[in-house]
């Protein structure tokens, strides 16, 4: 059984081949502006070396921001998943992942099996993603690869106020006029970043082990702030940025092998307490983004959101993930207070309360 698992990101595109249960190949290539010429190159990296062609291939799951765009893949999984399940198979204590990537960051709780339980993303924001390093690294003049090193070198971390890229980019170029030394404004930087991670982090609730996955996970300097602010060593993966595609290498095994299992697509957002566990689940696999969950409550405890260029799904507030013992009275008692409710309206059978 030869199965692969494809992550075209916005600024990295990586494949990664499974044979009979062991990782045959992995490559990562640059995204092209035509996501599919870059998944056919990517996949073709990766087979290169091995004897095997495309068509040798049994199964192959696509993931990343261009996965709907792989012509050659059978099924795609969100990244998010495939982070969660790509790190288990090097990591199986990892509860906590923070994902960095190209042009946002994600915080992902998992399970012991790699099903994700919770996660929130910052995608309005460059800061803390690939694309704000690159900025920073051409700012500076320093190549991108050597930034992490450069950064640990530092003496005196200058203290940054924002990492809005713009503000980031114009505090910096002020600061290196004042001759302050690049590995200086590079640990400030890292330090803004850092902080900020450890927020996300904190909306999922941090729990050992910890993890970083995505190319900023190479970055040596960012790596060592975050694991001070965060007060946890992460466990990383041999080769952090082809978890996603490893993830979803894992996904094509077990369809494959018709072992797919539901909860994979799964996000619960809740509580426990003594005297049971409280959770709305969403089933993101059947969710169409139809939006009527979110007319439906009268507690205004879902939105639907949209990564770019996939399909919108439903999830809970932000706000409401904190509130929800006291916002939502579960499906009988809101049944009989209103006509409908997010259970009866949802024509997806999307979503699940453990009330
Ligand atoms: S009603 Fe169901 S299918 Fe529609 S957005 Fe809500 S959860 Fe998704
Ligand atoms: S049971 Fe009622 S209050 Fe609770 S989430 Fe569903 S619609 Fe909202």
Redesign the pocket.
């Known amino acids: 059984m030869i199965v692969a698992g494809i992550d075209i990101g916005s600024r990295a595109a990586k494949a990664a081949i499974i044979k009979d249960g062991t990782i045959l190949a992995t490559t990562i290539c640059d995204t092209g502006p035509e996501s599919i010429k870059t998944a056919h190159a990517t996949i073709n990296a990766a087979l290169e070396g091995t004897g095997l062609t495309l068509d040798d291939i049994d199964y192959t799951v696509a993931t990343g921001y261009g996965r709907v765009l792989v012509p050659f893949a059978r099924e795609n999984v969100s990244e998010i998943s495939c982070h969660a399940r790509g790190i288990n198979w090097y990591h199986p204590s990892v509860r906590t992942i923070l994902d960095m990537g190209g042009q946002d960051c994600k915080a992902i709780r998992c399970d012991a099996e790699g099903h994700v339980t919770d996660f929130v993303m910052n995608d309005k924001c460059a800061g803390g993603t690939g694309r704000f390093l690159e900025m920073i690294a051409d700012v500076l003049n320093a190549p991108l690869a050597e930034i992490g090193d450069l950064a640990l070198q530092s003496k005196e971390t200058i203290p940054f106020n924002t990492i809005c890229a713009v503000f980031a980019k114009t505090e910096a170029i002020a600061r290196l006029r004042q001759g302050v030394n690049r590995s200086d404004i590079l640990a400030g930087l890292n330090e803004a970043i850092a902080t900020r991670c450890l927020n996300l982090l904190k909306r999922v609730s941090i729990e050992k082990d910890f993890t970083i996955t995505g190319g900023i996970a190479k970055n040596s300097g960012m790596v060592a702030k975050i694991a001070e602010k965060v007060g946890l060593e992460p466990l990383l993966a041999e080769d952090p940025q082809i978890i996603g595609a490893l993830g979803a290498a894992l996904f094509a095994q077990e369809k494959y092998l018709g072992k797919e299992t539901e909860e994979a697509a799964k996000v619960q957002y809740g509580y426990n307490d003594g005297t049971g566990d409280y959770f709305i689940t ?1 089933n993101l696999g059947s ?8 007319s439906a409550c009268p507690e205004g405890i ?1 939105e ?1 959101f949209q990564e770019d260029g996939h399909q919108p ?2 999830r809970v507030t932000e706000a409401s993930r904190k509130r929800l013992s006291i916002l939502c009275p579960g499906y009988h008692s809101c049944s009989s207070e209103h006509r409908t409710n997010c259970l009866s ?4 059978n ?2 699940s309360l453990t009330w």
């Open positions: 969403i969710c169409d983004g139809c939006g009527e969950c979110v879902f639907v799904k439903a309206i949802c024509q997806q999307a979503i």
